[in-house]
């Protein structure tokens, strides 16, 4: 992806997480109670709730994507050699889909694994 | 010439040189420095997260390992970390709009004639009243959400 590109993809990710984080935190302690949030029974009603559910895998995606091409971006801004970049680009690309892939795991497992 | 170059490559502690700073450029730098404090949270809390399921090599929702997990985080440390988590997101968020709406161009006011005192006059608008906003809202919100951890 160009440069351009991957700018625009972090300001549609930025007001995409405005949006998700602000509605994750309104859910994690003001329009549910703090305690109540956290609850075993209470995570798992959100988890085996297909649209709660997609939000979090959603959420998860969007700042991912936003923090980890963020980090890219300081970390280019450091240095410039054709080598970092090159090294920065492709490690960033790994850490953030090994990521997104373990976050998905928890998702998929809270949403559909046996209860014990 | 080649000391002249070298001068100016300050590297990260140039982000920290507080002279001739206007107050964006120190937006900036809490933003660099909120950015990466948020990542290193959302990393954590995608491993915290993942106790829900009994961690890597879980198979399912666990209410005892989710319960170790509270265990770890349900504390009074727990709930400072989060309280500084909401202030630098809500920071984060707030002065990220501004850059975005300030990237199309849509809060400067006009460039005009440099006259003494010379200060730009096309960034004594709405924008840097947004700063502030970002930076009073970050400290409510944080303040509430230890209410709400507390209470």
Known sequence: MRESSLMRLQYVTAVAAIVLVSLHLLMQGVLVPYGEAVSFQRVLSVYRSAVDAALLEVLLLVVLAHGFNGLRIILLEWRQEAAWTRGVNWGVLVVTLALMGYGTRTVILAATGQVT | MADKAAANRRGVAGWLDPLHFNIERWAYVFQRVTGLAVLAYVVGHIGDTSFFVGGPFGEGP??????????????????????????????????????????????????????????????????????????????????????????
Do not use: C
């Open chain 2, 62 to 151: 666990s209410s005892s390992s989710w319960a170790a997990d509270l265990g770890v985080t349900e504390n009074v440390l727990g709930h400072l970390v989060l309280v500084m988590v909401v202030l630098v997101v809500v920071y984060h968020g707030i002065n990220g709009a501004r850059l975005i709406l300030a990237e199309y161009g849509l809060i400067f006011a006009k460039p005009s004639r440099p006259e003494y005192p010379y200060r730009a006059k096309s960034l004594r608008t709405v924008q840097r009243h947004l700063i502030w906003v970002a930076i009073v809202v970050a400290i409510l919100a944080a303040l509430y959400s230890g209410g709400l951890m507390m209470g």
